[in-house]
């Protein structure tokens, strides 16, 4: 599934110090004072062809980042770079009238395939709406792409399914409806949050399966977010894992999951259920449960919790993001302590 | 009084004595379309202290076997035959009365999504208390009470001082710890545990299956989890049944079925099962939907979906037989279902 870009290319998205920071209403007359620092001053890099995972737990911005991506979210400060062939700009800064152009690109797929259709709109419209809004084609070459893109996601034989309403699909046949939706265009980039998360185990594998054998078929790039690690570990090249709006720890999917260097990352990797009776895990004990990022004091975001917090990261703001093997960084002070 | 947790800790357990016997459990849902099958022919035995979990996907009818025995069914349900025994005593034929002063006492249930399992507007520790005056009425004073609950807070690992907070006060991993005190509060010899960590993140939901462990084991208690999750199945539990259209497939010791799944469904869907840890293998999709209950597959539910189906699997309906020490399977060809270790490490 690794599909090796060429060296030379430029990463299909640049993520540079990205921040979105909501206020938190104190009444109408008064300006808010409290921000939820929902996502805090991320980097990062997606290749031509590569599937970045973002995991994390509810509430650590890993949702707020892909929306920004997509551009159903402005970032309140922070660069979002596009590299799509002679396409190059950052769409933090996309006007209103270059949204058309920009959403031909990049596209979205949503978690829950019961609330991301309209129940009075067949296939046929769902899928063929992107093509409607951008004026591609007549009907009948609307139709014939909209059938070649059923038989790609296996919805067969497409003729069947043309006419069909959101209720008369199982969850599984939806969501591939929604990837039907989101490959229409033929984006570069495809932002998939939690797109297997409602589905049963035996539909979630063919819903995987189709998404990564399209990204390698299409070169489509994908930002895969997800709280389940083990399905990361199917679906990502790399993992970047988020906690209170931060990136903690970044790289390569089997080197993070074998040799993990933030102590956040080994409690997470370690709280994970293992489907084998014979294993037992040890948990790596951490303090607490998750906050809000609220106004958020400068040191580390998980200092509270750790169980290796020493001086050095009471005395020092948030950590940079250390390197600690190829393509792997992390932020954490103690890194080669602990 | 004698209710506190220090007595229940002395619960004498025979891992060899039955408590729950299910036997030959038929319940259908009439609806306007007709009748569902929802759960057929189950047929299982929970003994004193152990563990034993449901697994299935969505539809496979867990829910509706966990509320059947609890006889908590909505009114459009109908047993159409089988005996639930409870330490013997039929829970099927006792009045509504008589089975509404064993629930909570004898049997408790934590239900799936802690967040609705609370009436927002009282204090969580007074939700409690009315399960004390239901039970226990004239027998504890306000401040046994009191000092019950403060009891089974600690227990589950909450501060005391949530005693008299509200429901929204509570996180999501607290409240489902709270869940847990209230069905802990009569200390029943059972309980069933439907998706207890369902909606909770990874690291809370290791906390929180740690507590249930622990709790089990030290009051000497028997939980029956019920859980489309199959990873937290496998740590949890003693013995696990598989269950795929309101039947079960597949029953036995948790670390005999993993070793050696005998029913295609349970095979597969060990199969599908995505881990952090081992070798990253392939995983096998299940082709095919779940079957519609208003008209079941004739033969084996299974058979249109399985790999291994013959002509037989059709027409007639394998029988739950055993194939080892407690290890059953309800499949003709069972013998035919590779093995999956030996697919594992390839």
Known sequence: MTVEAPVQTKPIVEVVGLKKLFPISRGLFRAPNEFVHAVDGIDFEIAPGESLGLVGESGCGKSTTGRMLVKLLDPSDGKIQLNDGDYERDIANVPRSGIKEFRSRVQMIFQDPYESMNPRRTVFDTISEPLAVQKVGTIPEREERVLELLGLVGLTPPQNFLFRYPHELSGGQRQRVAIARALVMNPRFVVADEPTSMLDVSIRISIMELMTELGDRLGVSYLYITHDLAVARYMCDRIAVMYLGKIVEIGPTEQILANPQHPYTRALLSAVPIPDPKVKRTPVEIKGGISKAINPPPECRFIQRCPFAAQVCWENPHPEMFQVGEQHHAACYRIGEI | ?346
Not at chain 2, 276 to 281: A, K, V
């Open chain 2, 1 to 346: 009084m004698t209710l506190s947790l220090e007595d229940l800790q002395a619960r004498r357990v025979d891992r060899n004595q039955p408590l729950l016997e299910v036997d030959d459990l038929v319940m259908h849902y009439r609806i306007k379309a007709g009748e569902v099958s929802a759960v057929d022919n189950l047929s299982f035995t929970i003994h004193q202290g152990e563990a034993v979990g449901l697994v299935g996907e969505s539809g496979c009818g867990k829910t509706s076997a966990a509320l059947s025995l609890l006889r908590l069914l909505p009114a459009n349900a109908e047993y159409l035959s089988g005996q639930v025994r409870l330490n013997g005593e039929d829970l099927l034929q006792l009045s509504e009365e008589a089975m509404r002063k064993r629930r909570w006492k004898e049997i408790a249930m934590v239900f799936q999504g802690a967040m609705n399992s609370w009436n927002p507007v009282y204090r969580v520790g007074d939700q409690i208390r009315e399960v004390l005056d239901t039970h226990f009425r004239g027998q504890m004073d306000i401040e046994e009470q009191t000092a019950h609950i403060e009891r089974l807070f600690a227990a589950v690992g909450l501060p005391r001082e949530m005693v008299d907070r509200f429901p929204h006060e509570f996180s999501g991993g607290m409240r489902q710890r709270a869940v847990i005190a209230m069905a802990l509060a009569c200390s029943p010899g059972l309980i069933i545990a439907d998706e207890p960590t369902t909606a909770l993140d990874v690291i809370v939901q290791d906390q929180i299956l740690r507590e249930l462990k622990r709790i089990q084991t030290e009051m000497g208690m028997s939980i029956l989890y019920i859980s489309h999750d199959i990873a937290v199945i496998a740590e949890v539990t003693d013995s696990l049944g598989v269950m795929y259209a309101g039947k079960l497939v597949e029953y036995g010791p948790t670390a005999e079925v993993f070793a050696r799944p005998r029913h295609p469904y349970a095979y597969l869907l060990l199969r599908s099962t995505p881990s952090i840890t081992g070798p990253r293998r392939q995983l096998a999709p299940l082709a095919g939907e779940p079957p519609d209950l208003l008209n079941p597959p004739s033969g084996c539910r299974f058979h249109p979906r399985c790999p291994f189906a013959t002509e037989q699997c059709s027409v007639e309906e394998p029988p739950l037989a055993e194939i080892s020490g407690g290890h059953r399977v309800a499949c003709w060809n069972y013998e035919d279902v590779p093995e999956l270790e030996a697919e594992l490490v390839r």
